[in-house]
């Protein structure tokens, strides 16, 4: 059974960084690509980034661009989201995401104060 655990969500000051990961189990994940979505409070869950299968090709949406970097380790089966110059508008329960089988985690919050 496919399993994905986040973890490395937090509280942080405006500025400040976390790394998100997400650890899969259950199956072999490098044939998929993967994702971070975030769903803020009152709002739709959104895209964040997306990384292939062999890592060699990221997608940002714009409000991360430039802020956050996605990339995966397949000997771990694990996703990472290294986030920087956090703002309070990035507070969210952040999820990741196996794309073509539609997984998805139970979520990491991350709360960013002013």
């Known amino acids: 059974q496919v399993q994905l655990a986040e973890s490395g969500g937090g509280s942080v000051q405006a500025g400040g960084s976390l790394t998100l990961s997400c650890a899969a189990s259950?199956?072999?994940?490098?044939?998929?690509?993967l994702g971070w979505f975030r769903q803020a409070p009152g709002k739709d869950r959104e895209f964040v980034a997306l990384?292939?299968?062999?890592?060699?090709?990221?997608y940002y949406a714009a409000p991360g661009r430039g802020r956050f970097a996605i990339s995966r380790d397949n000997g771990k089966n694990t996703v990472y989201l290294q986030m920087d110059s956090l703002k309070p508008e990035d507070t969210a329960v952040y999820y990741c995401?196996?794309?073509?089988?539609?997984?998805w985690g139970k979520g990491a919050l991350v709360t960013v104060s002013s």
């Open positions: 995401y196996v794309c073509g089988i539609d997984y």
């Open positions: 259950g199956r072999t994940f490098s044939r998929y690509a």
């Open positions: 990384i292939s299968g062999n890592g060699e090709n990221n």
